[in-house]
Structure formats: C-alpha cells, structure tokens
C-alpha cells in the first residue's frame, strides 16, 4: 500500500490519491485507518472512537478564546465610535489601566481556579501601598513614618503582604468556612485600618509622598534607593521622545509577515497532508511570492484609479497563486466536491445576513456622519450611525459565515460559492465604506484590510475546493500549526508595538497623538506570562485545577491542598504588593479609600476570561484579556464622548454576556471532545 | 459466631493484619473488634449493610483516621497513619467511590496527579507531559483498560471507566494494598462486571486488595476472604472454603429477617396467584 502510494511522479501520486476514500460517504473511521496506514510519518493512530473535529473547533476549545474574540470585537467597536480610541494615546491609557486590573485579574483567576475568592484583594492594594510608604515616610518637622531606605522598606511591606495571604489561607483552611466570608472580614479589618492607622499616624486620610524621598535627599543624606526603584516601578515610554522615520516599513511588513504566518497555520491545520511533496507547487508558489510583490511595488509606485485597480488585481493573483501552489506542493488533492444545492439550511442565514447588511447601509445612508448632537442621553447622531452600522454589518458577516458552514455540510462545492458570494459582499461593503466615510481611519485603513479579507476569503473557498480536509489527528501537523500561530501573534505585537512606541515627524507635527507607556505594562506581561507558565506547564500548576475541581479528591490522592491554597492568597497578596508599589511611586500620594470595592472587577474580568465561578476550570491568559476589555470599556465610553455613568451598566452586560458566551463555550467543548 | 477469626492463618506474614480494631467519636461506637488480615494477591472482601461501619473502616486504613483500640499491623509492623500521604507512601492506596478524581481534568493529569514526573531544575521545573500520557496510556492499556484519549477530562468517562483510571494508577504508583470502596454500587451489571474483572487483574499482578461493597453477589466470584460486618461489629470473618454466597447473604442482612422476609414475600406471591 505504502509502496505503490510513494510513486515517482507527483502527479501519479495525486492521481492515486484520488481513488482513495477521502470524503463523502466513507466515514471517519475509514480515512482515519486509511491515513495511519498511508502516512510516512508514523502518525499517531487514531482512535475511531474520537469524532474529529474541524480547525475551528479545535481552536475554541481553550477558555481564553472566547476573550479574545470578545476583546477584539469590543476593540473594534469602540475604534469605529470613537476618535481617539485605538491611537497611541488612548492604548496608553488602556494598557495603563489594563496593567494594574491585569496584575490582580490574573492572580485572582488563579485563586479562583483553585476554588476561592479574595475580597480583600482591593482593599489590599492600596493598604499595601500605604504600608510601604509608612515605612519609608520620615519628613523632617512632621510626624508619622520610620523613615526606612527603600531597599528595606520594600522587602519589609512584601513580608507584610505575604502574612496577609498566609492568614487568609489559613484562617480560610482552619475555619473551613467559605473564603467569601472570611476574606470579607479581612476587606473590612483592611479598610478599616487603612482609615485609622492613617489619620493616627499621620493625620491624614492619605499617606505620602513618595518623591520626598528624592526632594529631601539632600537633608537626608541620600535619596534611600529612591532613584534605583523609581525606574523599576514608574518609568515611562514618551513616544515623542522616539522618531524614527521607516517605522511603518517594519509596521507593514510585520503585519503581512504576521498575516501570512496565521493563515498558513490555518491551511496546515485544515488540509490532509501529502506524504510526498510536490516540488512542482513550491514552484507555482514562489511565482504566485513574485507575482504579490510585482503587484505591491507597482502599486506603491503609480497612482490613479485604474492603475490601483491593476495594482489590487495582481496582488489578488499573486495570493491565489501562491496559496493554490502551497496547496499543490503539500497537500491532497479533493476527489468528490459534491454538487451545487439550494437548501433552506444555508439560504436562511444567507438571507437574513444579505438583510442585514441591507440595514446596515440604509443606515449609514440615513443618519447624518457629521451631526454630533445628541439624539438621546446617551449617544449622538453621529454615534448611533456608527453603532448601527458596525453592530448590522458585523450581524450579517457572522450570518454569512454561518450560512457557508451550514453549506458546506452537503459539498464542497456548495461552500465555496457561498464563501465567493461572501468575499464579493465583502467587497461591495469596503466600497460602499470608501464612498461615505470622511475620516481617513475609515478611508484607508478598513477599506484595504476589508480587501484584504475579501481577498483571503475567496482564495479559501478556491482552494479548499480542491484540497482535502484532514479528518484525522495529526499531531505534527497541528504542532506546525500552533507554532505558525504563535510566530504570526508575534509579528502582530512586534508590528503595532513598534507603531505604538516610536513616532515619525509627520505626526508630531501634525500634533498627533502624544502618548506616555509605562513600565507597569511590563510587570503586567512579566507577571500575566509567569503565572500562565505556572498554571499550564508546572505541577504546581496542577494542583491548582486539582484542588479547585475536587478538593477532597486531590487529598486522598496525595496533593498538599492545605498549602496549595495558602500559596494561592499568597500569590493574591503578593501580586497586591505589587500593584500597591506601582501605585505608589505613581500617585505618590496614596488614599485610605484606594482599591476598595475593586475586587469585584478583578473577578470580573477573571469571570470574563472564561474562569468558571465554581473552580477548576480558567485560564490566565484569558483573564488578562479580561482585564484588557475592562480597560477599554473604562476608556472608551469617555472617549466615544458618552456618558461615564454608563460605564457599571456596560460591565454588567459584559459580564453577564461572557458567563453565557464561557458556559456554551465550555458545554461544547466538553461535548466534542 | 467470634472464634471463627483465627481460623485459616497462611504461610508467612499477612500484609495487613487487623486485630480487634475499634473506633469510637465521643459516646458512639463507629467499629468494635474488627480482626480480619489481607495477603499479597489475594482480595479480601469487606461486607456490610448502609451504616455498617464499612466507611470508617477504610478510612482508618487509609490514613484519614486514626484507630483507638486494637493492632494495625503492615507487614508485620504496628503502624498508624496520620495522613492519607503517609499511608499512600507505605504502598496503601484508596479508590473512593465518588472521590477518586477531578473530574474537570484530562485523564493524564489525573493519573499523575500529586506525583507528576517533571524536567528541569527547581524553580524551573515542568511536567513531562509526552512520557505523562504515553505512560498513562500504556499503564491502562497493561490492565486491558483502552482509553480513547488521554487528554479529555475525566469528567466525560463512564463510572467504571473512572474506577478503572483509579485503579491503574493505585497500581502504576506501587501500591501493595488496594482498598476499593464499594466501586460497583453506581454502576450497572455489564460496567460492574469489567470493574471486578479489574480487581481480579490486581490481585493477579500481586497485589492484596480490600474490596467494600454490599453486594455479596460481586464479592463471592472475587473474594479470597470475607469480613461481614454490622452496627460497628464484626459478624465473623471467614476464609472463601468456610462459607457459602448464600450464607453470607444470610449474615449479612442479620439472618433470621432475611428469612422472614422471604416467607411473607412467598405468602404474598402466592396470594396474588
């Protein structure tokens, strides 16, 4: 079998391929076997047993996922409503709040994965702060303060914080009662103390100044470490510090890099590989390489409408080639594409996505673009045009999707036609944005990354046409697949990061979107990709989902559940610590009431992130995601120039929308796996 | 019905020998005089009507509580556990009926859960997870256990398939006592049967196991040894030549009942005729 399979020739290769049952009727099962035979490399056998599930599928199972899509919708929401929403300065000041949410959001996911709650975990941080600026307070002529350097007050709030999650660990273990209960002594006994040992001490309802320690350092004798730390917890990025003049070359080739590493992970995850190459298709490939970047060149070089349209047309060629002579080059080729057939299971979806994408032009044709005056309480003209179309014309593209999948369950054929007529929407919509929009964001940007996707999209619909779906695990392909994910996630953050970072003379003159970084974001990647680490690949790690899934079971079975949750609080107040410091050498001056009631965002986004209420069950990565929404919605109401009172409503919905869109996602994948 | 303990002694040191155990939480007494010893290889059932002290049993053997009277003797030496742990390292593993497994957890993480093998030095040491599922399924695989896949959660196993998980891993993890609490009372005839079959798989690879339950009809085919017992008390503890299924039904359920029962059931059976 494997013998006259590995025959001389490509060609002959695909041509035996043909005959081998690959889709239709033969079942899982057979292409399964028939692979595990076939295959040169020894594939992992697969079990009949297990329903393979599409690249999609596969890619939703994990909790964060559902974050990430809420995340980028929210983003996309607000970037569309909002002015500065998206630029520089408003990122800095989502990632500002993100960071220090993130910090806590992280920890308490954990925490909560282990089964408990922290509702002192607020108040925490700004008692930790207030702590550590007890310590190092010691202004000459005013009471209060110890006086300490910063190279011992700092260790020494640390182990104060450490104490703190030490006792609620434990009272939490040796009561046996609910953390809830406990922890929420431990908010007011914090709260509380806060508020009295300030106003004894120094006779305040707020501690500081941590910049003293550098104003005074003269009379002091040194500023106490104050000039090692600051750096460390409060130093900034001004990105008007930072031209650099072909910032956007690497911004745009990132991009694309990035761009095409993510969707050759999708072909790798989704087609059946060859087990001998075609070098004839790496070939085709390379010219379709040759052909894209004739077309960008040639685009960047002329101007004019037709000549942009040439322009576009051999890059569209380009990317067909490229992608149909990958196809040919590793995969198997599609025997049965099925045959063209009109169903009420696709055309429904199909309809109702065709109305409302109807809507959402007739919107956008009705309501005035320029009148920003308010039509209700809450949102202007302009605002409820933007709303209404992002809201309809993203309604009718999950419409489409939809009704190209219900399409595809009869043949291929039928997708791939749907998916064209999809592409071509997509198409008419970038058009139709060109022609009405004033702003540039829209003019530009969308219109071409909407070509692009259009581009994409009918690239797949050609290619998976003729290409086989894998419908049996295998293992390498998919290591291939997540590594390309991670490479192009990568480029992605090094394309916008450097576009965010450095500026180029064109905007400062123009006055552009001054913005300050700071190093708190860093604390909260350093932070968020430890405790992911921890979580996911650590036995402490583990123990974490152990002890939060079944307590007792892990007990029995040998894990130290006693300690694995006193480490949790201690995680929790050590990462109160944390944010306690950053805050300080940020304010300065810190507040009795700081950090109170803010725990419940910090579940909040954990919940958000796909963390289950009942323990056992999250993931870091997606809390951090959550935090990050929290900060958008905290950013971005303003910046939309509503009313900011709206901003608990607008996190209650989230919230609540989450816990449904994690409890359906959980329940399906539970259920295919 | 008391001097049938000392009946049947084998060659060489019992692995577990249990001498006049008893146990009692404040004025209640929970087991009284329980004497009853378990060898390499052979398994020794635990028999007893709802509230018949079966629980404490175990757990007195299992290291979650402690004795108050009598000898717990392990390979010839008096012990007594003060954790689970420390008896889990003395070679005696428990499968509890409901609590042997998280159930939001893939299978591999189960299997080495509290004893994951890890690469790298400490702090940077992480599970090996491609030797964790390999071994986890070859493991399973040795006990004629074939899982689908070692990463879906165990949530999504079938009772006897989770017992079966259990037991693999008690044995993979050089357990010398096996304790089984009542592993077949949630499951239905055919998933029992693969669960016996797996006890017997066990004691095969020479293991002594302990087997709770009160079906005698699940414990006759297996069982090497027999301890029955009621209200906290020993009701006798016999070797499998010494007592018949139906005998042991009989003691069971405390006799006489059970013989009265079965005439008014006749009478009324009749009746309806």
């Known amino acids: 079998m494997a013998d006259t399979d590995s025959a001389e020739t490509g060609t002959e290769t695909e041509s035996a391929r043909n005959t081998s049952p690959q889709n239709g009727e033969s079942g899982a099962a057979e292409a399964a076997t028939e692979a595990s035979e076939t295959a040169s490399t020894p594939a992992n056998a697969a079990d009949e047993r297990i329903a393979f599930r599409g690249v999609f599928a596969r890619m939703l199972v994990r909790p964060e996922i559902g974050a990430a899509i809420a995340a980028t919708a929210v983003w996309i929401f607000f970037w569309s409503v909002s002015g500065v929403f998206g630029l520089a300065g408003g990122t800095a000041s989502v990632l500002d709040v993100a960071s220090t949410l993130g910090i806590m ?96 001490i120094v006779d305040q309802i707020q501690v500081g100044k941590m910049d ?54 999708l072909y790798e995850m989704r087609f059946a590989r060859k087990d001998k190459m075609n070098p004839a298709g790496l070939a085709v490939t ?138 071509g929407l997509v198409v008419a919509i970038a058009f139709f944005i060109r022609s009405e929009s004033a702003s540039p964001k829209f003019r530009t940007e969308v219109f071409s990354i909407m070509l692009a996707i259009a581009a994409l999209m009918a690239v797949w619909a050609i290619v998976t046409l003729f290409f086989a779906e894998r419908r049996y695990p295998d293992a390498p392909a998919d290591r291939l697949g997540r590594l390309l994910i991670a490479g192009g996630t990568l480029m992605f953050i090094i394309g916008v990061g450097t576009r965010l970072l450095y500026t180029v003379p064109a905007e400062i003159e123009a006055g552009i979107s001054p913005a300050k970084f700071s190093v708190r974001t860093l604390w909260f990647l350093l932070f968020a990709g430890v405790c992911t680490w921890v979580l996911g690949r650590s036995k402490f790690g583990s123990w974490v989902f152990a002890v939060g899934g079944n307590k007792e079971a892990s007990r029995q079975i040998g894990v130290p559940a006693a300690r694995t949750k006193v480490q949790l609080f201690m995680l929790v107040s050590f990462a109160a610590w944390l944010v ?14 700081t950090g109170d009631g803010e725990e419940f965002e910090y579940i909040i986004a954990a919940v958000v992130g796909g963390t289950a209420l009942t323990g056992g069950y999250g993931s870091t990565l997606g809390a951090a995601i959550g935090a990050i929404i929290m900060a958008m919605a905290a950013q971005g109401i303003p910046s939309a120039r509503w009313n900011s009172d709206w901003r608990f409503v607008f996190l209650g919905g989230i919230l609540l929308l989450a816990v449904i869109a994690n409890n359906f996602i959980r329940s399906r994948a539970e259920a295919t796996r | ?48 009507d709802n509230g018949a002290g079966k629980s404490t049993f175990i757990k007195i053997l299992a290291g979650v509580h402690q004795h108050d009277e009598g000898e717990f003797k392990l390979e010839g030496e008096a012990v007594r556990f003060n954790s689970p742990r420390e008896a889990l390292d003395r070679g005696i593993a428990a499968v509890y009926q409901d609590l042997a497994m998280v159930p939001l957890m893939s299978v591999w993480r189960n299997f080495f859960l509290g004893s994951e093998p890890t690469k790298g030095v400490w702090p940077l040491q992480w599970i090996d997870k491609a030797t964790a599922k390999a071994t986890a399924k070859e493991e399973m695989a040795k006990m004629g256990i074939d899982i689908r896949d070692t990463e879906q959660p165990v949530g999504t196993l079938s009772g006897g398939e989770r017992q079966s998980v259990a037991i693999a891993r008690a044995v993979y993890f050089g357990a010398k006592v096996l304790i089984l609490d009542e592993p077949t009372s949630a499951l239905g005839v055919k998933q029992s049967g693969v669960v016996l079959r797996y006890i017997v798989e066990a004691a095969k690879r020479g293991l002594g196991v302990i087997f709770i339950t009160h079906n005698p009809a699940h414990a006759y085919p297996v069982g090497d040894r027999f301890l ?46």
């Open chain 1, 580 to 593: 306690g410091t950053l805050l300080a050498f940020r304010l300065n001056t810190i507040q009795a009431s």
């Open chain 1, 105 to 200: 959001a992280v920890a308490v996911a954990m925490l909560m994965i282990g089964g408990e709650f922290d509702l002192s975990a607020g108040a925490a941080t700004g008692a930790l702060g207030i702590v550590t600026l007890m310590f190092v307070r010691d202004i000459t002529g005013e009471m209060g303060g110890a006086g300490l350097s910063l190279w011992i007050a700092l260790p020494l709030s640390l182990a104060v914080a450490l104490g703190l999650g030490w006792f609620n660990g434990t009272m939490v273990n040796r009561s046996g009662l609910p953390s809830f209960i406990v922890t929420l002594a431990s908010f007011f006994i914090l709260k509380g103390a806060k508020l009295g040992f300030a106003k004894l």
């Open chain 2, 1 to 48: 019905m008391t001097d049938t303990e000392s009946t049947s002694s084998s060659s060489g040191t019992p692995l577990l020998e249990l001498t006049n155990i008893g146990k009692f939480y404040g004025n209640i007494i929970a087991l009284n005089g329980v004497t009853t010893h378990v060898e390499a290889g052979k398994v020794t059932c635990v028999l007893g």
């Open chain 2, 228 to 273: 029955i017992l009621n209200r906290g008390q020993s009701m006798g503890n016999f070797g499998k030549d010494e007592i018949s299924q139906q005998e042991l039904t009989k003691l069971m359920a405390g006799g006489a009942e059970l013989e009265q029962l079965q005439g008014e059931l006749a009478a009324a059976i009749s009746g309806v005729d």
């Open chain 1, 212 to 265: 003293d320690l550098e104003i005074f350092a003269a009379d002091r004798g040194g500023d106490k470490g104050y000039g090692f730390f600051q750096p460390i917890f409060a130093a900034e990025w001004d990105r008007t510090d930072h031209v650099w003049e072909s910032r956007d070359f690497l911004y745009t080739v990132a991009c694309l890099v990035g761009l095409t590493l993510l969707v050759l992970a």
């Open chain 1, 286 to 423: 390379l010219a379709g390489i040759a052909a894209g970047i004739g077309g960008v060149l040639y685009l960047h070089g002329t101007d004019g409408t037709s000549a942009n349209a040439i322009g576009a047309a051999i890059i569209g060629a380009g990317m067909l080639i490229g992608f149909f002579g990958l196809a040919m080059w590793r995969y198997q080729p599609l025997s049965d594409k099925g045959s063209f057939s009109v169903s009420p299971g696709w055309l429904a979806p199909f309809g109702a996505g065709l109305g409302a994408l109807a809507l959402a032009v007739l919107a956008a044709r009705s309501l005035d673009a320029q009148n920003s005056e308010n039509v209700t309480f809450l949102v202007t003209e302009q605002g409820l045009r933007a709303i209404l179309f992002v809201g309809l014309a993203g309604a009718g593209a999950v419409l489409l999707l939809m009704a190209s999948h219900r399409a595809g369950i009869g043949s291929q054929l039928t997708r791939s036609i749907v998916l064209l007529c999809t592409a």
